[in-house]
């Protein structure tokens, strides 16, 4: 390996420490989702924190979703030939390393990260004496990284020695999941319905980055022209209580004009791949009603974008977002899009990583992802958070594939521990192949689940002798947490 890759995690993906406590804040431990959630102060912007390293394990990033963690990805890439990896993790860095981490504080400003990125960026190659030296860097991002990583390529001068760039999950266009916690706060699932996490929320409204994943396209129906549609920043001209979501919107549009306008500046632009995951049931658009902004999964078809509106998305990013706007007519642009029935947790722990690194540096691969075509998968709609005792309903839908008997279609649904804070010894722990129901009205198979022990829980769904496709699967990781737990 010749050149230094980079990996850049999404929001919520990096361990946060209190240097001056000792405390570690944000990590993969339960406690700290927990922490989260009773004590939002924690993870307050103006608190210095330092980053200590990527999650590897299951976690709920706040406000946004499950994540499986990085250890699949990070093993990967720390196995091709010559890489020395350095994950951040020991507190110094490791001299002649050629594969490096980058966590950093989620809360501040994407500006801010790139900017740090560039500095760890430039040191970094300092140390492997390629100082500034163009086309020697390679980064994989997921999520909100890929924005840092494209704000330093296209604003901060990493164009200068960027060669490849490969993102993953990335809100491009922003993702109206963000809409949804500015306007309506985040929340949980209980026995009792959903339940408004007013604390937390407020604090990721005060989230510069939070902000910037607000949708950059007109996602909000205008209810004086049904039909077209308005952008985040437009609320405000509908009515003067929109007026604070307004000045987000404007935030975010900001951060993503500005990128747009530098990435097209670009007389070369390094080369770029995207994956996307597609058949998920997300949230794509919104329309204001009596009771608020309603934000919803249905299709957002006065954006003219397209097939892209039928493909869903990854449960956070609509497949929409995943495609930038500035690359889609230019010249250097790589034409390989990569879209896949995949969570958005999961296409942040793909191993295609390693694939894409191998093939920038010349090694010979057995397997190319290559083109545009859409494979049969399943979505899992299942809430991502909820508390003991809460008996979820599972939603699952199959796509890309024509059935001609759904009800007779066989659909089951498992439950199993995600990791070691659930008690993998416990029979009452999982539960495995529950038949799930064909619903007519919503085109859905659905089923409860039994109220789960508090902790990670990878829920599972398959379809067996699916026509032209055989069996297909999938899986969600949920988090269950029990708000009384000391």
Known sequence: MHRLVVFIPGIGGSVLRDDDSGETVWSHNKR?????????????????????????????????????????????????????????????????????????????SIRDNASALDARVRGQLARLDRADEPDSVIVIAHSMGGLVARHWIACQGGHEVCHALLTLGTPHRGAPKALDVFANDLRIQTPLGGKAVQRLSAQLRAWPSFAELLPRYPCIEDPEHPGTGLYVHDLARLDPQWERLAQAGRHGWELHEQIQAGWTALAKPPKFRLRSGIVQPTLQSARLTARGLEVSELAPLWCGLGIFTQDEGDGTVPAISAFPIDVEDHDTYDEVVDILPVTHGRIGNDEYAVRFVERCEGFPTMTAARGTKRNPGLGIDVPELFTVGTAATVRVSIGGVALDNPAAQRVYVSAAPADDTTAEGDPDAGVENLRAEWDREHSQYVVDLPPLSAGYWTISASARAVRRAGTLSMDRDVAVVDLEED
């Open 32 to 108: 700290a989702l927990l922490s989260a959630l009773r004590d939002p102060g924690s993870l307050d912007r103006s608190r210095e924190l330092t980053p200590a390293g990527l999650l590897m394990d299951v976690q709920a990033l706040p406000g946004w979703t499950v994540a499986q963690g990085y250890t699949s990805m990070w093993e990967g890439l720390s196995g091709i030939p010559g890489a020395i990896p350095d994950d951040a993790t020991a507190g110094v860095r490791i001299e002649r390393a050629n594969l490096i981490a980058f966590p950093y504080d989620f809360r501040q």
